[in-house]
């Protein structure tokens, strides 16, 4: 069963979710400042890490900025609600997800399971390769290259590419990319995927010259694949 660590200084919150999580079969540990979260994180060999932002010795974004240097377990972030910068911040360096407080525990346990899920179906065993243009997405090892060589990209940013990917030659909306790679549903927040897209192009496109995804006016957003 999948080991969780949970990192938050409210001491009767982090009890509760992690009765919650032990409730559900997972096995728990629990930090109480980001100091020993962080070593506990990277050291500790967790399946994931629900992170809260306001802690003190180290804040949440800054342990997920330093833990993101040797570790890519997934970590779901507890953020206060219209933390915007707080959500956006900790996506951009790397967390797979993120809650708001309060949350509902059901919630909470719903996105637990869909990052666990998502991360199994990452793990090796089956090669799985991805292309389009000349660029290269070894699923199985997370690498992405182009010509030869490697491209840098954050979770997201690999997700994105990943479902765009998939489905090549399709028109992908916003909307159904937001609910597909975000994982549930951004109401009215589209302009995420415009960021994404944006970062995308410019490792990508802007880098390599190539035109790798498409803008389809009014719809969303497609990768042709010219071979098909
Ligand atoms: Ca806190």
Known sequence: MARILVIEDEEKIARFIELELQHEGYETGK???G???LDMAESDGYDLVLL???LPQLNGLEVLRRLR???DVPVIMLTARDAVMDKVSGLDMGADDYVTKPFAIEELLARVRVTLRKRREKTPGDVHVLSAAGVVM????????C???EIALTNKEF???EMLL???NIVLSRDTLLARVWSYDYIGETNVVDVYVRYLRQKIDDRFGIKLIHTVRGVGYMIKDETQ
């Open 31 to 33: 930090a109480h400042d």
């Open 35 to 37: 100091r020993t979260g």
């Open 52 to 54: 809260d932002i306001m």
């Open 69 to 71: 240097k040797t570790s």
């Open 138 to 145: 070894n699923v199985s090892s997370h690498a992405v290259t």
């Open 147 to 149: 010509r030869g060589e």
């Open 159 to 161: 997700s994105l590419l």
């Open 166 to 168: 998939s489905n090549k």
